[in-house]
C-alpha cells in the first residue's frame, strides 16, 4: 500500500528482456534504496514492483509480461525519469490517498496550461475507469496523488503546483505521452457492494469476476508486481 507522495525521482540504469514475456528492470534510487531488501515493494511510476536485489543505490524488480502490456511501464528506456515510493509503513501520515499500485489503465496527456503559481493538466481517461473519476475526487497519474478539478466522459483535469511539477515527471510529461493510471479503489468497493442497486441492475459491474479493465496482476510469490 502507497500514498501517492512521491518521494524521489528516480532513473532507469537499464532494462533487460528476460524470456517467457517478463523483462528485468534497473533503477536508481539513492533514497528508496537506503533500507530497500529483497522482497520489498517499491512504486514505480505508481506500478507496484517487488525489489529482486539491491547493488548499492540501484534496485532491480522483475517485469511480468502483463504488467508490461497493462502499464507504460512497457516504454521505459534507459536514462528516463521515473517517481518512486515506497511501500506505506503502519502508523506514518497519509499525505495522499490509498494507493495500492495495482494500474487500472494507461491514460495520455492532452493539453497543458501554464499559470502563474501552477499548472493545470487534462489526461485522456479510458471509458471503462470514467465511473470512478469524480470532481475533487483522488487519482493516482504515475503513481502521484492529486485531486480531479475537472472531469468529462473521456477526460480529467489536475492542477499541478510547482513542488509538483519539479519533483515528479509530471513536470515533464508532454502531451501525447503515456501515464499509468489508478482510480480510487474505494470507488470500486462501493460498486461492487451495491450491487444490483446501481441503474442497469447488475451485480456484476464491469470487470467483476476478474481484474479491472488494464488492472496489473500482482506478481507471483511477492507483494507487489
Known amino acids: 500500500m502507497f500514498t501517492g507522495i512521491v518521494e524521489e525521482l528516480g532513473e532507469v540504469v537499464r532494462t533487460a528482456e528476460t524470456g517467457g514475456d517478463s523483462a528485468l528492470v534497473a533503477i536508481r534510487g539513492p533514497l528508496v534504496t537506503g533500507d530497500a531488501r529483497h522482497g520489498d515493494s517499491i512504486a514505480v511510476n505508481g506500478v507496484c514492483l517487488t525489489v529482486v536485489d539491491v547493488d548499492g543505490d540501484v534496485f532491480t524488480a522483475d517485469v511480468m509480461g502483463e504488467t508490461l502490456r497493462r502499464s507504460a511501464l512497457g516504454g521505459l528506456r534507459p536514462g528516463a525519469p521515473v517517481n518512486l515510493e515506497r511501500a506505506a ?115 456484476q459491474p464491469p470487470g467483476a469476476g476478474g481484474p479491472t479493465p488494464g488492472a496489473v496482476e500482482p506478481t507471483p510469490g511477492g507483494g507487489g508486481r
Open 89 to 203: 509503513a503502519l502508523g506514518s501520515r497519509l499525505g495522499g490517498h490509498l494507493v495500492q499500485g495495482h494500474v487500472d489503465g494507461v491514460g495520455a496527456v492532452l493539453s497543458r496550461q501554464p499559470a502563474a503559481q501552477w499548472e493545470t493538466v487534462r489526461f485522456r481517461l479510458p471509458a471503462a475507469l470514467s465511473r470512478y473519476v469524480v470532481e475533487k475526487g483522488s487519482i493516482t497519474v504515475d503513481g502521484v496523488s492529486l485531486t480531479v478539478a475537472g472531469v468529462g466522459p473521456d477526460w480529467f483535469s489536475v492542477g499541478l503546483i510547482p513542488t509538483t511539477l519539479k519533483l515528479t515527471t509530471l513536470g515533464e510529461r508532454a502531451v501525447g505521452d503515456a501515464v499509468n493510471l489508478e482510480v480510487d479503489v474505494l470507488a470500486k468497493y462501493v460498486e461492487r457492494l451495491l450491487g444490483d442497486r446501481l441503474p442497469g441492475g447488475s451485480d
